[in-house]
């Protein structure tokens, strides 16, 4: 080529005394590099060879990319599919395979513990239910878990319909209950479940084959049961209390019936004298009703008193108390109303109530009203002590009275005077005589 006055250059290479670089080498021609086309297109050239470099690498990391997560993809499905199948037995005892991917691996021994955590803790569970089922069979008293379904139930539960305890499991709760209790037990167990305030104890019928029923006391409690809310009810027999108290009902109410009847009035008081019942006779007589007398004593409503002389003769409740005993207020005495309005001729007694032990828990008294049978015997004492044509003492009243006197003389050394006359009107005076006891 011809050299157009420039230096000398060498084709291919540069010399050895200054290497140079990929982007320093020289593919062109002599004659070439004085022309800016040339250059224009090597450095194109390189630029579309170093694109392509680089699209290659970017496809080879996207290949290499989506090939790692394909692999993490399939491996967690192989995870997911481990959990899937654990989670469907309730088994918490697997394991999870361990892949050789570090980051799976680390998922795996992760779950792993949790499934060791749960495996404890249903160990702990599933002891804990033992305990609970082992102690409810050997209780004689019916033990129902419930909501409104039965979830565990005892064999005496069981025995109540004669199943089996586990033949009880499922079904309505409300079922064993007698029709008459059916609605208050359920409302009862509905409001304990709401978390609202409700009686601890209640007492039902249970349907036992029996057309009477069983009676019991039922205690509830709210619990969690395999973690659900649910009800421990406890229900112990109370049959036989329940008889007791029926029969203690109808001998109570025989017993009033009774009183209620008689003509006798009677009061009953407790331990301090206050009076706590009255019957109708007993109102009668005194002249108040039971509501009023309630509370009060009995010589805050009568006084009563000796017929002859009025003299008090005390309260016959304090008197019972006092001394322990049977007290009896004699023939002669008076009933006063705390008026003074009214007047009854009364025979009053009082005796101590007494209870287990001979513990004294009140007192009752008695009292008759004997005023029309003590105005018979004043009528007939007074005409067989007095004569009819003169209204005075027939001569063996005046004996009767002469030797009364004359004994208490003697007795008491009293003296007394006798004046004696004579009421014979044909006589032509009267002659007094004096005469001395002795």
Request: with cysteine.
């Amino acid at each position: 080529m011809v050299n157009r006055g420039g230096p000398p250059r060498l084709l291919g290479y540069a010399s050895q005394a200054s290497p140079k670089t990929y982007s320093d080498l020289d593919f062109s021609t002599p004659g070439d590099t004085d022309r800016p086309e040339n250059n224009n297109k090597i450095t194109s050239d390189l630029i579309i060879i170093t694109l392509s470099i680089l699209l290659g690498l970017s496809v080879l990391v996207s290949i290499w990319l989506a090939t790692q997560k394909r692999t993490a993809r399939q491996r967690n499905e192989v995870i997911n599919q481990e959990l899937l199948a654990a989670s469907q037995d309730a088994s918490v005892g697997r394991r999870l395979s361990v892949p050789n991917d570090p980051e799976s691996a680390q998922l795996a021994h992760t779950v792993n513990r949790l499934f060791d955590a749960l495996a404890e803790r249903d160990e702990k569970i599933q002891e804990r239910d033992r305990l609970f089922k082992d102690f409810a069979r050997t209780l004689p008293e019916i033990v129902i878990v419930h909501d409104e379904k039965i979830l565990l139930a005892n064999e005496s539960a069981a025995s109540l319909i004669g199943l089996e305890a586990t033949q009880l499991v499922g079904r309505e709760i409300a079922d064993l209950v007698k029709p008459a209790y059916r609605a208050l037990f359920r409302n009862t167990m509905a409001k304990r479940m709401a978390g609202e305030n409700v009686p601890q104890r209640l007492e039902i019928q249970l349907i036992n084959g029996n057309e009477s029923g069983l009676w019991v006391e039922a205690q509830s409690s709210s619990i969690e049961f395999h973690g659900h809310p649910a009800i421990l009810t406890v229900a112990r027999d109370v049959s036989h209390r329940k008889s007791l108290e029926i029969s203690l009902s109808c001998s109570k109410r025989q017993a009033q019936y009774t009183l209620e009847s008689i003509a006798e009035g009677v009061i009953t008081t407790d331990n301090d004298g206050r009076i706590d019942y009255m019957n109708v006779a007993a109102e009668s007589i005194i002249g108040t009703n039971r509501d009023d007398a309630a509370g009060h004593r009995v010589g805050e409503l009568f006084s009563p008193v000796d017929d002859a002389d009025r003299r008090p003769l005390g309260d016959p409740v304090e008197r019972c108390l006092a001394m322990r005993r049977r007290v009896n207020m004699g023939r002669r005495a008076v009933l006063v109303s705390s008026a003074g309005e009214q007047e009854h001729s009364v025979e009053i007694s009082a005796s101590p109530i007494r209870g287990p032990g001979s513990s004294i828990s009140g007192a009752v008294v008695v009292f008759h009203d004997v005023s029309e049978m003590r105005g018979l015997t004043r009528q007939m004492s007074y005409q067989a002590t007095h004569d009819l044509l003169t209204g005075l003492i027939n001569r063996r009243e005046f004996e009767r009275r002469l030797d009364e006197a004359m004994d208490s003389a003697h007795a008491e050394e009293a003296v007394h005077m006798l004046f004696y006359m004579d009421l014979d009107i044909t006589a032509a005076h009267t002659r007094p005589k004096l005469y001395k006891d002795g």
